[in-house]
């Protein structure tokens, strides 16, 4: 048998291995099963908001008739007026954006920082210290509040902004988020290699870590920012009306004998709207991040 007879098969089994490789790197196309129980799901994930615009357009007594209303009314514009006036939302919305602000890049940057430590460096009580931070968040907030409390008063901080922006500074599970993450994304030969090039720490931080852990830190400043923006607990407890946050603020509309649900729903609808906003210009480059890092994992 000559060498030319054995290639034969070999030259025969090619096409084959070409089509199931041309097979493999088709793009995947959804059926309509799929279209179907994705836009059933996103129905019943607006089916709350979009019913506090139709509460919000309607008066108290429709509200309280049976059945509810199921389309808009002509009211929304003033219930969202009384209520911007009633809650002073206008001062709210500005406390809440430095706050949301303020901690969210505080969580971002220093959870970014500590997962960076406990993922790639070497230090005495490492895992100690982990599972201490992981520790922490077994422990309810609730716990914390008098003491915390008691805190902020020694300081000589109460009803101020950064009564609430300080103890939320830092998130263990921020930490613990970015460390996972950064053990995968981050190779150590990439930080070793900026090192023999002479990085400092400092550099290395900024030219190699935070570009290899930005589509994390994009999901966790979103999270953060919307877990900071709907707090109501521990604001509602340092703040007051002078000085509130959107939630603190809110919360002054359902006083009174009757309270008005339709002014409530606006609202609530005003408190809603910023992350609204927020999602819809940023968004894109969040996904685009989540994508990135999973296509470098």
Do not use: C
Not at 57 to 62: F, H, K, L, Q
Not at 78 to 96: E, R
Not at 254 to 279: E, H, K, N, R, S
Not at 287 to 293: A, D, K, L, Y
């Amino acid at each position: 048998m000559t060498t030319s007879e054995l290639t034969v098969p070999q030259i025969r089994k090619e096409p084959r291995r070409s089509r199931r490789m041309m097979g493999a790197g088709k793009q995947m196309h959804a059926g309509p099963v799929t279209y179907v129980v994705l836009v059933v799901f996103a129905l019943i994930s607006l089916a709350p908001l979009v019913w506090t615009a139709i509460a919000a357009s309607r008066n108290n007594e429709r509200l309280a008739q049976s059945p509810p209303p199921l389309w808009f009314g002509a009211n929304l514009f003033k219930n969202l007026q009384a209520a911007w006036d009633q809650a002073g939302l206008g001062t709210a919305m500005v406390n809440s954006t430095i706050v949301a602000g303020t901690i969210t890049l505080g969580t971002v940057v220093f959870s970014t920082l500590a997962g960076f430590a406990f993922a790639k460096l070497r230090f005495r009580f490492s895992s100690t210290l982990l599972l201490l931070t992981i520790g922490t968040m077994m422990i309810p907030p609730q716990l914390a509040v008098v003491p915390l409390y008691l805190w902020m008063s020694d300081l000589g901080w109460s009803n101020q902004l950064q009564t609430v922006i300080l103890p939320t500074l830092v998130s263990a599970f921020g930490t613990f988020f970015m460390r996972q993450y950064l053990l995968q994304a981050l190779p150590t030969e990439l930080i070793e290699a900026a090192r023999v090039d002479g990085a400092s720490s400092l550099r290395v931080v900024w030219h190699v870590v935070f570009p290899a852990a930005r589509p994390a830190m994009a999901v966790l400043g979103l999270l953060t920012f919307v877990m900071a923006w709907n707090d109501f607990l521990w604001p509602i407890i340092a703040l007051n009306q002078q000085n509130p946050t959107v939630q603190v603020a809110l919360n002054s509309l359902g006083t009174g004998y009757v309270p008005d649900q339709a002014v409530i729903m606006a609202g609530a609808l005003l408190g809603t709207l910023p992350l609204l906003i927020a999602f819809v210009l940023f968004g894109k480059q969040i996904v685009g991040g989540i994508m990135q890092g999973a296509i470098k994992g």
